[in-house]
């Protein structure tokens, strides 16, 4: 039951996201290695885009140090990746970097879109030439591989001035913009200092979507209060006789791909040497990039309640996080791992016998086998983001959950709580309720949870797919620029 693709074969989707879904590192060509060393990497947005069949081109930046190579490096390096991988690079000063996405990127956009205290420094002036200078050297690169009829689909909060600088260029460009993380309400995203720069690049997109109807209704009534002549339509903003369209479009993940991994021997032996080390023992798994945002913390402290309030369940479970190095040039996240060490080490020394621990914790990240094989085993899978775009770790557990019917304990804050109506929610916030729905989950019945379990994977294997994500929005971008023309027209 897939969908049509609605592009001819003369139109190319232009992808545009910060990075390319490869890590570079510089070779020793003296030890035989090649000059550039390229390793595919992982992540939400990878993840997603990943999963869609439709023919794309990608342009991204490669990350730091590709800035400050010399320019006959940098060319060598841009013909490696278009030969290799078909991406595009984007190059930019590491100086110029560090602002844009440490600073500007992660320190502001990114905690305040998640309603987390905000770093109000991250906005200075300097921050902000820079994150309009790395938004104008993408739109260089977009610009030099721009064919009229093209498709261009910008990706997430580092270019949020991508459309605007595009528009200015090409007045009739098809110009689509994808959100990932959430969008906040208008009394948070007021406090921007480029609040105004920012919602008018937007503007500039034929289309704009995101993740859950709240992000888009937040983003609605921003423009309304934010921007003179806004008015709100029933399909999207009115403003200088621009109308871009607003969509709600739950990205989703390639589910086949995980149930193939389940068949393959490697991911088989994992799970047959997970179960027989936690022989008996209910499995509880969360995975999640070290974020502050992730609610790892207050997972922490659910898991001590539950030993606490249900002293039963001591030796009877076992808690097994992953927890994957994430922004670590970031002070904030420096000071997370921390934090989530010393709990770890604190909650198990307090519960944990000689012969039990209660948490298995590791930071850094699993392969594709092994991560399948921790979802497959796994009673239950707790996400506690305090806010969360989506979350595909959610979907992904669920893909791979046939058979066992585990349970999905899910935060009321991850934007899958909207999709996945098969879960156990909770408010992560509330200690000692995430430590009683963890409880009831991992005690429910196998009909309630065969029938949880039903209703989501269904959802995450059919309907709500990344193919079928990238298909609806490519398919809406055409009818977004067809209206906007429209009113052109007028
Ligand atoms: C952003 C938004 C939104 C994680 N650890 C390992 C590993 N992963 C993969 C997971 C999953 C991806 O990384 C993480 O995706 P999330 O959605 O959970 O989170 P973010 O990275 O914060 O993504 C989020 C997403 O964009 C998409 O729009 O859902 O809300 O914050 O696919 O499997 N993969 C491997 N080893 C690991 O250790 N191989």
Redesign the pocket.
């Known amino acids: 039951d897939q969908m049509e693709p609605v592009t001819s074969q003369a139109t190319r989707i232009l992808v545009v996201s910060n990075r390319l879904p490869i890590n570079f590192s510089l070779g020793d060509p003296t030890k035989g290695e090649p000059e550039f060393v390229l390793k595919p990497s992982?992540?939400?947005?990878?993840?997603?885009l990943r999963g869609c069949s439709l023919p794309f081109t990608w342009i991204g930046w490669l990350g730091f140090g590709t800035g400050s190579l010399p320019k006959d490096a940098q060319d060598r390096l841009r013909a490696v990746v278009q030969r290799d991988y078909s991406f595009i690079p984007v190059f930019f000063p590491d100086e110029i970097a560090s602002d844009y996405y440490n600073v500007y990127s992660n320190q502001l956009l990114w905690p305040v879109f998640h309603y987390q205290k905000q770093n109000i420094f991250a906005a200075n002036p300097k921050a902000w030439a820079a994150y309009q200078a790395a938004n104008k050297a993408f739109a260089a690169v977009v610009g030099e591989q721009y064919r009229p009829g093209d498709l261009v689909w910008v990706h997430?909060y580092q270019l949020c001035l991508l459309p605007g600088y595009l528009r200015e260029e090409h007045p009739t460009m098809t110009i689509g913009f994808f959100l990932?993380?959430?969008f906040p309400s208008s009394e948070v995203f007021r406090t921007v200092p480029q609040r105004r720069e920012i919602l008018d690049s937007l503007l500039d997109a034929n289309l704009v979507g995101f993740?859950a109807f709240e992000f888009a209704r937040h983003f609605c009534s921003s423009c309304q209060r934010l921007i003179m002549d806004a008015e709100t339509t029933q399909n999207g903003i009115l403003s200088r006789g621009r109308l871009t369209t607003v969509m709600t479009d739950p990205?989703g993940?390639d589910a086949t791909k995980f149930l193939k991994l389940l068949e393959q021997d490697e991911t088989k032996d994992h799970i047959s040497q997970l179960l027989a080390e936690f022989d008996k023992k209910k499995i509880i798994v969360g995975?999640?990039?070290v974020?502050y945002?992730?609610g790892l913390v207050l997972k922490l402290l659910a898991i001590e309640q539950l030993l606490k309030s249900h002293p039963e369940m001591r030796e009877k479970f076992v808690f097994l996080q992953?927890g994957?190095p994430?922004r670590q040039d970031v002070e904030e996240y420096q000071d997370l791992v921390r934090e989530v060490n010393g709990l770890v080490g604190r909650i198990n020394a307090e519960f944990g016998a000689l012969h039990w621990m209660p948490i298995r914790y590791i930071n850094?990240?699993?392969?594709?086998p092994?991560?399948a094989a921790l979802y497959a085993v796994a009673d239950a899978c707790l996400v506690s983001?305090t806010r969360?775009?989506?979350?595909?770790?959610?979907l992904?557990y669920v893909a791979c959950q046939e058979g066992r019917y585990g349970a999905l304990v899910l935060s009321e804050f991850?934007?899958?709580a909207s999709s996945l109506p098969g879960s156990f929610i909770h408010n992560p916030w509330n200690i000692g309720e995430t430590a009683e729905v963890l409880y009831n989950a991992l005690i429910a019945s196998e009909e309630e949870r065969r029938l949880k379990h039903r209703r989501n994977f269904e959802i995450v294997t059919r309907t709500g797919t990344a193919d079928r994500w990238a298909n609806l929005f490519i398919e809406e971008l055409g009818k977004a620029y067809a209206a906007s023309s429209a009113i052109l027209a007028e």
Do not use: C, F, W
């Not at 992982?42 to 997603?48: A, H, K, R």
């Not at 850094?364 to 594709?368: A, G, I, M, P, T």
């Not at 969360?388 to 959610?394: C, F, H, S, Y």
């Open positions: 992982s992540g939400g947005l990878v993840t997603g997430d990932h993380i959430p993740h990205i993940i995975v999640d990039r974020d945002t992730k992953v994957v994430s850094r990240s699993v392969d594709q092994y991560l983001s969360d775009g989506m979350n595909l770790v959610a992904e991850a934007g899958a």
